[in-house]
């Protein structure tokens, strides 16, 4: 537990200094946004096609942070200098993934409230805690899966191609049901909570893919 | 010699596809000498490096390092290897200390031992300055420092002295020297230099042990084919 | 071991039962009431999809089994059966596709579950053969595609129910798989064909492991015979070796 926070603060701390990875998710997702009002020619949605647009842009979003997370471990050492020192090899699993989330959570703290003065036609403020809810359960199936793939990803050539070759089908059950849970929520007259149903598809595919995850990614740091 | 070895090697091989980095090497090394590992550039010197550090596995042959076969017991032996590697193994976005701190975490050693380091080296001045600001020269004296963080009983040092001037040598010497009573594992590009502080020689040739034993016992002929 | 034993018996046994399988289906199985003879191709095709999806699920057990024991030739068997369930399910999405154009007018239906999972397993699949080939340390390929493939074998499942659960309105199924609904004739006809193309996925992965293991002994005995670098460079591949 403890070299999972070493590793976390280390990669938090290479954030702030580098400020590689959020920012360009931010600016990517706005500019996504602004592309969407004039490819939809609308100047507000709602409904299912919110949901979609704000899982879709999330999504893609996302790619650019797992082509980025393992980067500074391949190319300036890390992944040498974890593996030499005397502790479990799966930390680097999950101070990744959990790296990731933190990154997409900050996205959205932006993201999200820019969608809702820029596209967003109902308020945002009644579905928050629902929306958050969903979000929170869509990140941690991109964390857990966006971890794995960009670490299979980042020992390949032309690795921007392969993570989100890889990652996109992988991705398309959590996509279906992180819509499907926010679809309600964005409705004009939408409900508070998220549909039971598509929660619990999400969370199923967050429990499955994190211990399958947890099961592989030992063979992907041996040589 | 019951003393039993801190390195021992049996037929060791090791490929990469098709192309064999490694083929039945054998070593035995005594605690606290010093082995030089001559050869050209892609000889193997830092395959057999890595796999000494467990970062890769060997494909056949016995490897036990510290009395711990490798790479079963890999875990074992982790907190007591040093690698100074090809490359400093430092993030350039971070600073020396930040490096040191988070590397010595790792390996749960204490913060006051990265500023002795810091001291030791003659970097505290400009240990708050991103790895990518400082010189080559800086650069391997903060890699000196990562590599002997948690005091280890074997150093494996590619090139130690690369990039560094006379007097950074001086200063990395307590270190990664002879002084530090740790079984060593070498290669330089000089071989004299490296015979000058070394026990042992082991000569590779594409991958094979051109010679391997005592440095008194070097046929000068021998190492001059070596480089041929 | 070696692959070609009982190749022959085998591949005369799979001609056999494809042979009548392909009688039972263009003589024998009954003319459907409201689509005709197109609706044959259901003989053909839902067979193809279930051997491919048994032959992704079956390459990420072969995938496990390198992991496992670290012994390259599981890898070769887990490349082959997915290199071949790729093929079939290929196959099997345009037998899908003719099938909704002539029975529902479109290529395409939204509305047909599991010929959207079947899509999306197979665009997963799909990105193994790349992957491989992005890797050039074979052992490090090795490794990474079976840790690839056991991710997506379990893929195959969740991603069947999260489809399945995004349809609201499931398309009238004209047949289910749950025999019951299934009149006789056309029962027989349908597992036969299965029992035929199960045989056929079978003898071709043996034929490919065969080939695949013969081409590995022959470079290792010229590697034995000859030094290093006597031998022609290995060109960079996708598959094991």
């Known amino acids: 537990m403890s070299t999972v926070l070493t590793v976390l603060r280390k990669d938090m701390l290479l954030e702030l200094r580098s400020l590689e990875t959020v920012p360009a998710m931010v600016l990517f997702s706005i500019a996504t946004f602004v592309i969407f009002h004039f490819g939809l020619n609308r100047a507000t949605i709602d409904g299912q096609l919110a949901a979609g647009v704000l899982t879709v842009t999330l999504l893609f979003a996302a790619l650019l942070g797992v082509n980025r997370l393992f980067v500074a471990e391949r190319e300036q050492g890390g992944f040498d200098a974890f593996l030499l020192a005397p502790v479990d090899r799966s930390a680097l699993l999950v101070a990744k993934a959990a790296a990731l989330f933190a990154f997409l959570a900050m996205l959205e703290v932006v993201a999200v409230p820019a969608f809702g003065v820029l596209l967003l036609g109902p308020s945002l403020g009644p579905p928050l805690l629902g929306l958050i809810a969903v979000l929170a359960l869509a990140d941690l199936a991109l964390a857990v899966i966006g971890t794995l793939v960009s670490a299979i990803a980042v020992q390949s050539r032309a690795r921007d191609l392969i993570g989100p070759l890889i990652g996109l089908p992988l991705l398309i059950p959590a996509l279906i049901a992180t819509a499907r849970a926010a679809g309600p929520l964005l409705a004009v007259h939408g409900s508070g909570s998220p549909p039971g149903k598509w929660v619990a598809v999400l969370a199923l595919y967050d429990l499955v893919f994190a211990l399958l995850a947890y099961a592989v990614f030992d063979f992907l740091l041996e040589d | ?228 | 071991m070696i692959y070609g034993r009982g190749l022959r018996g085998l591949a005369l046994v799979t001609t056999a039962t494809v042979t009548v399988a392909l009688a039972l289906v263009f003589f024998y199985a009954p003319l459907d009431a409201d689509q005709g003879f197109i609706q044959k191709i259901f003989y053909i095709h839902v067979p193809l999809a279930i051997v491919s999806l048994g032959g992704f699920v079956f390459g990420g057990v072969l995938a496990v089994g390198h992991l496992r024991t670290g012994d390259r030739r599981w890898d070769m068997r887990s490349y082959v059966a997915i290199h071949m369930a790729l093929i079939f399910g290929i196959a099997g999405l345009l037998s899908g596709s003719i099938w909704a154009k002539a029975s529902w007018g479109h290529w395409w239906v939204w509305n047909e579950p599991t010929l959207v999972s079947f899509l999306i397993v197979l665009l997963l699949f799909s990105t193994y053969q790349p992957l491989r080939f992005a890797i050039e340390d074979p052992e490090r390929q090795a490794r990474y595609a079976s840790v690839f493939t056991i991710v997506a074998a379990a893929f195959v499942p969740l991603n069947f129910i999260a489809v399945r659960l995004a349809q609201q309105y499931v398309h009238p199924r004209v047949l289910t798989l749950s025999g019951g609904n299934l009149p006789g004739s056309m029962a027989l006809t349908f597992y036969v064909s299965l029992i035929g193309i199960v045989l056929l996925y079978i003898t071709l992965w043996r034929y490919e492991m065969a080939a695949k293991s013969a081409r590995m002994h022959i470079r290792r005995l010229r590697r034995s015979l000859l030094d290093d670098e006597a031998l022609p460079a290995m060109k960079r591949s996708a598959a094991p070796s």
Request: hydrophobic share 45%; glycine share 10%; net charge positive.
């Open chain 2, 1 to 228: 010699m019951d003393q039993p070895p801190a390195i021992e090697l049996r037929g060791l091989s090791r490929h990469f596809g098709e192309r064999t980095a490694l083929r039945q090497v054998s070593l035995r090394v005594p605690p606290g000498a010093t082995v030089a590992v001559l050869g050209h550039n892609g000889a193997g010197k830092s395959t057999l490096l890595r796999i000494l550090a467990t970062l890769l596995r060997p494909h056949a042959g016995e490897v036990a390092v510290l009395g711990e076969p490798l790479p079963r017991r890999a875990f074992a032996i982790r907190g007591r290897i040093g690698l100074l590697a090809h490359e400093p193994l430092l993030y350039r976005d971070l600073s020396g200390r930040e490096n040191l701190r988070y590397q010595a975490r790792l390996h749960g050693v204490g913060r006051q031992r990265v500023e002795r380091l810091l001291a030791a080296v003659g970097m505290e001045a400009r240990a708050d300055e991103p790895v990518r600001a400082l010189s080559r020269g800086m650069v391997q004296r903060l890699a000196v420092c990562r590599a002997v963080l948690h005091e280890p009983s074997v150093l494996l040092l590619d090139e130690p002295r690369a990039n560094l001037d006379p007097a950074a040598g001086e200063l990395v010497e307590p270190l990664i020297g002879r002084a530090t009573g740790a079984t060593r594992v070498l290669t330089s590009h000089d071989p004299e230099a490296a015979l000058a502080e070394a026990d042992l020689v082991l000569g590779l040739r594409q991958g094979r042990a051109a010679f391997a034993g005592p440095v008194a016992e070097l046929d000068r002929r021998r190492l001059a084919e070596l480089y041929a």
